[in-house]
């Protein structure tokens, strides 16, 4: 049981816009921000956003979040076949001595 | 560039204990939180520990305390993440990943690790 929550999977077909959602509680997504990572099959996990809505350099603009008191979202428009992939939200958490916690994952598919 | 090199792959048996290096470089060592990070076979990522190098102080999820040690060596800027007790929900991979300050931010990884716990 992951401490963030997303959907276990979305879709949608190319040039469409799709979101994925990541709740959480107040001593992460509510206090702190939410960073997205994307995993290509066989690959290590990749920053895709950062600081709630920054980019790595080479991630294009089409990615973009939203937050809302203890709930993000990621937003991926104009849906391309290269954008199916595993993607995690994962936060900063005030419990212990402070940690990361993440959440369960959501596999785009790309129909 | 940065880098983070991790040692090879393991295979252990059930019981016993695993230590992984993570070598650094293309920063400042001790400038930026390093963490550790697992993936079971297709499971998610699952967040272990981090340790700030300049200071030595280190975090656990509260799952892996007492069965996780993180320590780092400033003066080869590496960093070892220790699983004692293991059994064989412990194979997956392993990573170290670098982090800024007190964040989920993650941006360079290092290639792996992959433990295998088998009799």
């Known amino acids: 049981q992951s401490v963030l929550t997303q959907p276990p999977s979305a879709s949608g077909t190319p040039g469409q816009r799709v979101t994925i959602s990541c709740s959480g509680s107040?001593?992460?997504?509510?206090?702190?921000?939410v960073n997205w990572y994307q995993q290509l099959p066989g690959t290590a996990p990749k920053l895709l956003i950062y600081s709630n809505n920054q980019r790595p350099s080479g991630v294009p603009d089409r990615f973009s979040v939203s937050n809302s008191g203890t709930s993000a979202s990621l937003a991926i428009s104009g849906l391309q076949s290269e954008d199916e992939a595993d993607y995690y939200c994962a936060s900063w958490d005030d419990s212990l001595n402070g940690v990361v916690v993440f959440g369960g994952g959501t596999k785009l598919t790309v129909l | 560039q940065v880098q983070l090199v991790q040692s090879g792959a393991e295979v252990k048996k059930p019981g016993a204990s695993v230590r992984v290096s993570c070598k650094a470089s293309?920063?400042?060592?001790?400038?930026?939180?390093l963490h550790w990070v697992r993936q079971a076979p297709g499971q998610g990522p699952e967040w272990m520990a981090w340790i700030n190098p300049r200071s030595g102080v280190t975090s656990y999820a509260q799952k892996f305390q007492g069965a996780v040690t993180v320590t780092r060596d400033t003066s080869i800027s590496t960093t070892y993440m220790e699983l004692s007790s293991l059994t064989s929900d412990d194979t997956a991979l392993y990573y170290c990943?670098?982090?800024?300050?007190?964040?989920?931010?993650?941006?360079?990884w290092g290639q792996g690790t992959l433990v295998t716990v088998s009799s």
């Open positions: 990943a670098r982090g800024y300050g007190r964040t989920g931010r993650l941006q360079q």
């Open positions: 293309g920063y400042t060592f001790i400038d930026y939180y």
């Open positions: 107040t001593s992460n997504v509510g206090s702190h921000a």
